[in-house]
């Protein structure tokens, strides 16, 4: 089946520090979005990001189609950065399905 | 997460009981979705829909039943609650085809006794 993987699964990071979280995927994708799941529970849109590069603020994401995998990044980090960072994908073998990476939980502790 | 709601927010079901979740959009989406996360877990797909009158199954059906008989609701109905039901369901949409944003409700807490 289709596989989405985000790595590592917990991150804790000192604030100000830089950090980078990956996601791969098991086939093409027509869609990929990055999403920041805060400790309210509510999901918020960082990135949508099929390929190429983009950047917004401190944070910055690169997906490399041909490779299947994206990466995220999160410069200079702040203690409201924490909660957990999903990837999900629209393959473009099941196109109406999107599928979510079990995600990445992030803590920035002060 | 403006466009998607979600009702109700919170709810607790006696083991048994039945409910439904309403899922309402004002953005003229056509794709529709349901999941459920659990505790330290991602989102797992429910049931999906890609147009009004239609539903597929998605990765944990069992134990759930969805409607969408007009475009801007997506209903989620559980028949007889249990336990193994208790998680945060959401909703999102999509317009349908490759290059488009998803969007998400705001959950809706389930707790099943």
């Given at each position: 089946g289709i596989q989405v993987e985000q790595s590592p699964p917990d991150l804790i990071l000192q604030e100000g520090a830089n950090s980078t979280l990956r996601c791969n995927f098991s086939d093409s994708v027509n869609n990929l979005q990055w999403f920041h799941q805060n400790p309210w529970g509510q999901l918020i849109n960082l990135f949508y990001i099929p390929s190429g590069t983009k950047q917004n603020g401190r944070l910055s994401a690169t997906t490399v189609a041909t490779e299947r995998y994206s990466l995220l990044y999160i410069s200079s980090s702040q203690t409201t950065d924490s909660g957990v960072y999903f990837c999900a994908v629209l393959m473009?073998?099941?196109?109406?399905k999107v599928i979510f990476g079990p995600g990445t939980s992030l803590s920035v502790i002060p | 997460n403006a466009g998607v709601t979600q009702t109700p927010k919170f709810r607790v079901l006696k083991t048994g009981q039945s409910m439904t979740l309403l899922c309402a959009q004002d953005?003229?989406?056509e794709y529709m979705y349901w999941y459920r996360q659990d505790p330290g877990m991602g989102l797992r797909l429910i049931h999906y829909s890609v147009g009004e009158g239609t539903t597929a199954k998605g990765e944990v059906p069992d134990g759930y039943n969805v409607s969408r008989?007009?475009?801007q609701n997506f209903l989620l109905g559980l028949e007889s609650a249990a336990p193994s039901q208790t998680s945060v369901y959401f909703c999102a949409i999509h317009p349908g085809g490759s290059r488009n944003t998803i969007y998400f409700g705001e959950g809706s807490w389930l707790t099943v006794v």
């Open positions: 473009k073998t099941s196109y109406d | 953005m003229n989406h008989l007009k475009k």
